[in-house]
């Protein structure tokens, strides 16, 4: 069973920085395709950011473009996302999610980490 583990999260004030780590076990790390996902409570759960198999091809959704940066270390399994500049908006349940390279599906998820930005 493939895990996926998160840490890093915490309380921070507005525009301080967290880097978000997700490690993951028993799987083929650098076969999966990996990105990071975040729910505020009463909503949705939102993409945030993706990264290709290699980290050579990277995405993240407007909101964060500038602010947050998504990379890998395949040596270590773990995908990271670095967030600058938080704003209070950033407040949600941080999960990062995998999924083979060939498929639109992600198909392991991680329990999630706490992120809470205070003004």
């Known amino acids: 069973q493939v895990q996926l583990v998160e840490s890093g999260g915490g309380l921070v004030q507005a525009g301080d920085s967290l880097r978000l780590s997700c490690t993951v076990s028993r799987g083929t790390f650098n076969s999966y395709n990996m990105g990071w996902f975040r729910q505020a409570p009463g909503k949705e759960r939102e993409f945030v950011a993706r990264?290709?198999?290699?980290?050579?091809?990277?995405y993240a959704t407007d909101s964060v473009k500038g602010r947050f940066t998504i990379s890998r270390d395949n040596a270590k399994n773990t995908v990271y996302l670095q967030m600058n500049s938080l704003k209070p908006e950033d407040t949600a349940l941080y999960y990062c999610?995998?999924?083979?390279?060939?498929?639109?599906?992600?198909?392991?998820w991680g329990q999630g980490t706490q992120v809470t930005v205070s003004l």
């Open positions: 999610a995998g999924r083979w390279y060939w498929k639109n599906n992600y198909d392991y």
């Open positions: 990264i290709s198999r290699t980290g050579t091809a990277t």
